[in-house]
């Protein structure tokens, strides 16, 4: 019989498919997936209650003047985050499965942060339906970020690993 794990994936995998209906029988179990039929939902915003607020003629132009510049300094980091990622080479799952760091639980991980990598070094394994998949680093440089943790569902595409890139 399959593990629950293994019936996730399926149901991940049927529903990203264009299949309406999976069967699978092994050994007298057998497991009957059928999509529905497209149903309209129908999504009605909340409405937020609003509160008018008077400002006191007491307060001065003077300290208006420095809010922008408040919000101008809370911006500028996450722009700098921004620049910081989009220099960097993503090594992406090429599939739907479950991400490892290493080949088995008693191993070390084949990578981790600061770690030196060529195109052809293997970085993790994605397994699906039983198949392990190494995945290989495309990139020559240095692992900067290993963005999900060992054991951990990725879906198609979701970024792994943040490699500079040589």
Same mark, same amino acid.
């Given at each position: ?12 995998? +049927?529903?990203? %498919? #264009?299949?309406?209906?999976? /069967? ?25 209650? /609003?509160?008018? +607020? ?12 420095? &809010?922008?510049? !408040? ?15 989009? #220099? ?22 084949? !990578? ?5 990598? %060529? #195109? ?5 394994? +994605? ?5 392990? #998949? ?9 692992? &900067?970020?290993?963005?999900? *943790? ?13 490699? *500079?890139?040589?």
């Amino acid at each position: 019989m399959l593990k629950v794990q293994e019936i996730r994936e399926l149901i991940k995998l +049927v529903d990203q %498919s #264009n299949i309406d209906e999976f /069967v699978y029988e092994h050994e007298g179990s057998k497991i009957k997936m059928k999509k529905k039929a497209a149903e309209a939902v129908v999504v009605q915003p909340a409405k937020i209650a /609003v509160q008018e +607020v008077q400002v006191p003629q007491a307060v001065q132009p003077e300290a208006v003047k420095h &809010v922008p510049a !408040v919000e101008t300094a809370v911006q500028e980091p996450s722009k700098a985050a921004e620049d910081h990622t989009k #220099n960097l080479h993503k090594i992406v799952s090429p599939m739907v499965g479950t991400f490892y760091q290493s080949s088995s639980p008693d191993a070390d991980p084949y !990578v981790k942060a600061g770690s030196k990598v %060529s #195109n052809d070094s293997i970085v993790c394994i +994605v397994e699906a339906m039983k198949l392990f #998949n190494e995945i290989e680093a495309e990139v020559n440089g240095e692992i &900067v970020e290993v963005l999900v *943790k060992d054991g951990q569902l990725v879906e198609y595409g979701q970024p792994l690993f943040l490699v *500079k890139a040589e």
